[in-house]
């Protein structure tokens, strides 16, 4: 080879070293276009885990809620406000049935008188959520006062 020709593949060789900018920019806006159908997942991922986290918090308050109603008489307290955590519980309950006696293992009246009552609750959140339900829930009211005979 002649000097000329050597001196021309070096040539050649230094100017196909490398990226040259406007490579790099397309590799760059490429790579780009590549990841913004990540980052939109990435978001809708976090709403995701929010949302179920909120849910979850809904249920466990609903448990709560439900778990604390079972103590309640509605014939002796049919309305009232409860505090669950960052929540306010309140209900008002209405009689749905007439009022029987409870029967004793013999079939004979015993000292209760029993009405079912149709108790409508809501869940109030600090953020102003709110979560509504109806549960149905039996009253009681003694008849007669309770005989202690401990002889």
Same mark, same amino acid.
Not at 39 to 60: D, N, Y
């Given at each position: 080879? &002649?000097?000329?020709?050597? /001196?021309?593949? %070096?040539?050649?060789?230094?100017? /196909?070293?490398?990226?040259? #900018?406007?490579?790099? @920019? ?12 990540? @980052?939109?997942? /990435?978001?809708?991922?976090?709403? &995701?885990?929010?949302? $179920?986290?909120? $849910?979850? &918090? ?7 809620? #439900? ?7 509605? %014939? ?7 505090? @669950?955590? *960052? ?6 309950? /209405? ?7 409870? #029967? *004793? ?21 600090? *953020? ?14 003694? &008849? ?8």
């Amino acid at each position: 080879m &002649t000097a000329c020709a050597k /001196q021309i593949a %070096a040539q050649r060789k230094d100017n /196909q070293a490398g990226f040259s #900018l406007l490579e790099s @920019l397309v590799a760059v806006a490429l790579i780009a276009a590549a990841f913004l159908p990540l @980052l939109a997942l /990435q978001g809708q991922l976090a709403r &995701t885990v929010f949302a $179920a986290e909120r $849910a979850e &918090t809904s249920v466990k308050d609903m448990t709560s809620a #439900l778990s604390y109603l079972r103590t309640v008489n509605p %014939a002796k307290q049919p309305e009232g406000t409860e505090p @669950l955590g *960052d929540a306010v519980l309140t209900w008002n309950a /209405q009689p749905v049935s007439e009022e029987r006696p409870a #029967l *004793d293992q013999s079939g004979a009246p015993g000292r209760f008188m029993l009405r079912l009552y149709e108790v409508n609750a809501a869940i109030t959140y600090s *953020d102003g959520r709110r979560a509504e339900f109806t549960v149905r829930s039996m009253g009681w009211r003694p &008849t007669a006062p309770f005989a202690e005979s401990f002889e």
